[in-house]
Structure formats: C-alpha cells, structure tokens
C-alpha cells in the first residue's frame, strides 16, 4: 500500500506511542509530529479508512495489523538510514535524525538492503572508519 510521507510519519508516531504507552491519544501524535489536534484527527480517519489504524473520537488508537507490519517498515528504513548517517557518515545524532525523517519515505526497500549491507562491511572490515 502506497501511502504519503506524513500518513508515513503518523503511522511511525503511533507505532513509537503504542509501544511506550500501550496505546495512543490523538493528543499525543499531536504532541510527537508538532502538529494541530485537527490534522491528527483527519489523518487518523485516513489510517482507519484504509484499515491501518483502530480509531474512534475521544477513544485510544491502536494499529491494525496491518498497519503494525507498514509501520515496521517505516520504521526499519528510519533506523537503518539514520544508522548509516551516524555511524559511516559520522553525521551528528540529530542531524542523522531529521535526514533520515525525510529520507526514509523516498528509499526503496533494495536501497536499504545495499545501505545495510554496506553498513556492515564499513563495521566489519573498516573498524577505524568513523575514528
């Protein structure tokens, strides 16, 4: 399922809430993407209407799991590119952070897998690399 970069970023967003909270509140995506409670709730909508996402107003939002298996992706991308960005770029944590956040919703999943295989021969054959 193709979905754009910030039904993208909402799906990430509840995937990190459900998993440190159990499960989520419209205001707490608010709160975690910066946005208004009226872009969480169209958002919110979307995800439910295409089977993402367990939402009800005023109620606790959980993944589907489908929407469990889409978020993992978005996420696996996120880690895997950030972890490139600091760790054979030697970009700074937080800018790695913001870089992979707008990266991660262009890269296909063979990018990924050439970026993580490159990763691990830069950390198995080039140990003073990032030195």
Not at 6 to 29: C, M, P, Q, T
Not at 83 to 106: D, K, P, W
């Amino acid at each position: 399922m193709q979905l754009s970069e910030s039904l993208e970023n909402y799906l990430e967003a509840i995937f990190h809430i459900v998993n440190s909270k159990g499960a989520a509140r419209a205001k707490d995506i608010a709160l975690a993407l910066k946005v208004n409670n009226s872009s969480v709730t169209e958002a919110l909508r979307s995800l439910s209407k295409k089977g993402l996402v367990n939402y009800a107003p005023y109620d606790l939002i959980t993944l589907t799991d489908e929407g469990k298996v889409l978020a993992k992706v978005v996420v696996k991308r996120h880690e895997t590119l950030e972890n490139f960005l600091t760790s054979v770029l030697s970009i700074e944590a937080e800018e790695a952070a913001e870089v992979a956040c707008r990266m991660e919703h262009i890269v296909n999943e063979n990018v990924i897998e050439k970026i993580t295989a490159l990763s691990a021969y830069v950390k198995a054959n080039c140990p003073d690399w990032d030195k």
